[in-house]
């Protein structure tokens, strides 16, 4: 029996090769079936492309893995809350389950959608997973910047 | 001395390619010292990504284009009012300045963010330009599916 922390342990290795390449440490799994089937981590200085969120590669490989464009009975597992255009990008996958970690009060698609529900109708909700693991790794990044 | 609709007549362009590729027809611009450096029109089908959308094939080609992650000394043209995932990505690449089409009360990003400035402090927003050129085609579109 799988559950949400050990998918959780997943995206935060995925987190961790983005801290390791000196990348804002986020990483994210997309599962299906307990199994999974793709994997994603923040490359946005690698790519030079802003819009290169773990979250996005993750759904990118996901709809060339299924080969289909929604992801209906899929879970995405993301160390930090999504920001807006994550959050639109989940919306348009009609993904099944979020689960994100840490909030993010600052970039998280919250501070702008605010009571409004952005996802899915159908799309379930999960955060805090594993939130102090995910949050670690952020701090680290933030001070070994700031030296 | 070119304009906002010399330009926009340019984003008319791309959506008509997605026209014709029975997409959703949608087409984005990106202009710097008003030279068109990047192009783009929606792929959702023919690429099975929901997030294929002509304002992100059109922003990661310009960051490819420059070699950098901002935008804030380029425009972007697109046919219809950005959705949330694809304002989200203009507020990371800081762009100067957005130009759109028609207003789309059903996906744009308005019915979400509300009164909230969802984009960069700096970038400028103008709305309506060839805004009946971008509903005819929208139009005709969805009239040829319902058939």
């Not at 959608?113 to 933030?142: D, I, N, Y």
Request: glycine share 6%; net charge negative.
């Amino acid at each position: 029996m799988y559950d949400d922390e050990y998918f959780m342990q997943h995206a935060l290795r995925e987190a961790s090769y983005a801290f390791e390449a000196e990348e804002v440490p986020i990483g994210a799994i997309v599962v299906i079936d307990n199994k999974i089937i793709a994997r994603g981590h923040n490359q946005v200085e690698r790519l030079n492309d802003p819009t290169a969120h773990a979250e996005i590669i993750a759904l990118t490989s996901a709809f060339n893995y299924i080969g289909a464009k929604y992801l209906p009975d899929a879970c995405l597992y993301v160390t930090v809350e999504p920001c807006l255009m994550c959050c639109g990008a989940m919306y348009w996958s009609k993904i099944g389950r979020i689960v994100y970690g840490a909030a993010d009060e600052k970039n998280g698609y919250k501070h702008i959608t605010g009571e409004k529900w952005p996802f899915h109708p159908k799309t379930q909700l999960t955060g805090g997973v594993l939130e102090e693991e995910a949050v670690s790794l952020m701090r680290a990044f933030f001070k070994a910047r700031r030296r």
